[in-house]
């Protein structure tokens, strides 16, 4: 396959859909099979960019070759400095890796799979979190699977995440905020708790009290 032909299977959206413009928002009925197919074949290819991207979408897609393929890149620490922030710098390659495992669940759940996929997705998604503790890349993408799915799995590791980036308030700001609007809603006599024990108040991170 030529440059452009990989480009084409990983970026290319087809002609006849309309509601979104993000190669990982297709739904599964709307690829034809010959792409999947032939991005599958990627997962072999010899540049590692590829391979995450092609892992990333099939991932995002419900699918479970792509799935098998960015775990193991996650268990083998070959998920650093693929993709930084546009403005910043700081990796965000995990930001990535994390909205497609959550994708995973969604479409395998749509599928009836749900239960399994949430299995699945415990580990890498639990060593994203960790990971996030002493980086820069945003979680708050999969909060929703705490506040709306009650995936309770996940609630000790935002915990100790927000326990750990609150000690450098000026540099987490935002990351703070986010974890406190999400304690708020399923535990908010923990983010007193935590507020407390770092003589912060609600206001110090753009609530009204």
Same mark, same amino acid.
């Given at each position: 396959?030529n440059?452009?032909y990989?480009n084409?299977?990983?970026?290319?959206?087809?002609?006849? *859909?309309?509601y979104?413009?993000?190669?990982?928002?297709?739904d599964?009925?709307?690829l034809?099979?010959?792409r999947i &197919?032939e991005i599958? &074949?990627l997962? /072999?290819?010899?540049?590692?960019? *590829?391979?995450?991207?092609?892992?990333?979408l099939?991932?995002?897609w419900g699918?479970?070759?792509? @799935?098998?393929?960015?775990?193991d890149?996650l268990i083998k620490n070959?998920?650093?400095?693929?993709i930084?922030?546009r403005i910043?710098?700081?990796?965000?390659?995990?930001?990535?890796?994390?909205?497609a @495992?959550v994708?995973y669940?969604a479409?395998?759940?749509?599928?009836g799979?749900? &239960?399994q996929?949430? /299995?699945?997705i415990f580990?890498p998604?639990?060593m994203?979190?960790?990971?996030?503790n002493?980086k820069?890349f945003?979680?708050s993408?999969?909060?929703w699977l705490l506040t709306r799915?009650n995936f *309770?799995?996940? /609630?000790?590791l935002?915990?100790e995440?927000?326990?750990?980036?609150?000690k450098?308030?000026k540099k987490?700001y935002?990351r703070?905020?986010?974890?406190?609007e999400l @304690?708020l809603?399923v535990?908010?006599? @923990?983010? $007193? /708790?935590?507020?407390?024990?770092?003589?912060k108040e609600?206001?110090?991170?753009?609530? &009204? $009290?």
């Amino acid at each position: 396959m030529n440059k452009d032909y990989i480009n084409s299977l990983l970026y290319d959206i087809p002609s006849d *859909i309309d509601y979104t413009e993000l190669p990982e928002d297709i739904d599964l009925e709307d690829l034809p099979s010959e792409r999947i &197919e032939e991005i599958k &074949e990627l997962l /072999k290819y010899e540049d590692g960019y *590829i391979v995450f991207q092609a892992s990333r979408l099939l991932t995002s897609w419900g699918i479970k070759e792509g @799935f098998n393929t960015l775990n193991d890149l996650l268990i083998k620490n070959e998920l650093q400095g693929i993709i930084q922030h546009r403005i910043y710098g700081y990796d965000e390659t995990y930001k990535h890796a994390l909205s497609a @495992f959550v994708s995973y669940w969604a479409n395998c759940s749509d599928a009836g799979k749900g &239960e399994q996929a949430r /299995k699945e997705i415990f580990e890498p998604i639990s060593m994203i979190i960790r990971a996030s503790n002493t980086k820069s890349f945003e979680i708050s993408e999969m909060f929703w699977l705490l506040t709306r799915k009650n995936f *309770i799995e996940y /609630k000790p590791l935002l915990q100790e995440h927000l326990q750990v980036i609150i000690k450098e308030p000026k540099k987490n700001y935002w990351r703070i905020h986010d974890v406190i609007e999400l @304690f708020l809603k399923v535990d908010p006599d @923990f983010v $007193t /708790k935590v507020l407390n024990e770092n003589e912060k108040e609600l206001s110090d991170f753009g609530f &009204e $009290t």
